[in-house]
C-alpha cells in the first residue's frame, strides 16, 4: 500500500534553514506528481508546493516562492523541500502529499517545524 513519512523537521531560529524529505512506497514514484502541504495551529491546511512527475516543473505558494526549493530523487523514491529563511509564519506540521490516477489522496505523518526565537 502507499506510505508516505516524513522527516526533518525541527525548531529554528527565524533566518534558519531546514531540509524535510518524504520516502514514498508502495507506488511507481516517478510516475506522479509530488506535493507539500502544510497546516499552521489553529488554520486549515495550506498547500505548499508541487513537483510533477519525472523531474517535472515545479510550482510553489506565494508565501513561499524564493525561499523553499522542491526537489526529487526518484531512484531513492524521495521527495525534498529545502527551506531557506524561515520566518515564525512558516511554523506549522508539513505534510508530503500524492495523488493517484482515481483521485484518491495519499498523505504521510507529517512532519512539525518550528521557527521560533
Known amino acids: 500500500q502507499v506510505q508516505l513519512v516524513e522527516s526533518g523537521g525541527g525548531l529554528v531560529q527565524p533566518g534558519g534553514s531546514l531540509r524535510l524529505s518524504c520516502a514514498a512506497s508502495?507506488?511507481?514514484?516517478?510516475?506522479?506528481?509530488m506535493s507539500w502541504v502544510r497546516q499552521a495551529p489553529g488554520k486549515g491546511l495550506e498547500w505548499v508546493s508541487r513537483?510533477?512527475?519525472?523531474?517535472?516543473?515545479?510550482y510553489y505558494a506565494e508565501s513561499v516562492r524564493g525561499r523553499f526549493t522542491i526537489s526529487r530523487d526518484n531512484a531513492r523514491n524521495t521527495v525534498f523541500l529545502q527551506m531557506n529563511r524561515l520566518k515564525p509564519k512558516d511554523t506549522a506540521h508539513y505534510y508530503c502529499?500524492?495523488?493517484?490516477?482515481?483521485?484518491?489522496?495519499?498523505w504521510g505523518q507529517g512532519t512539525q517545524v518550528t521557527v521560533s526565537s
Open positions: 513537483m510533477n512527475d519525472g523531474y517535472g516543473a515545479t
Open positions: 502529499n500524492t495523488r493517484d490516477t482515481l483521485g484518491n489522496g495519499y
Open positions: 508502495g507506488f511507481t514514484f516517478r510516475k506522479y506528481a
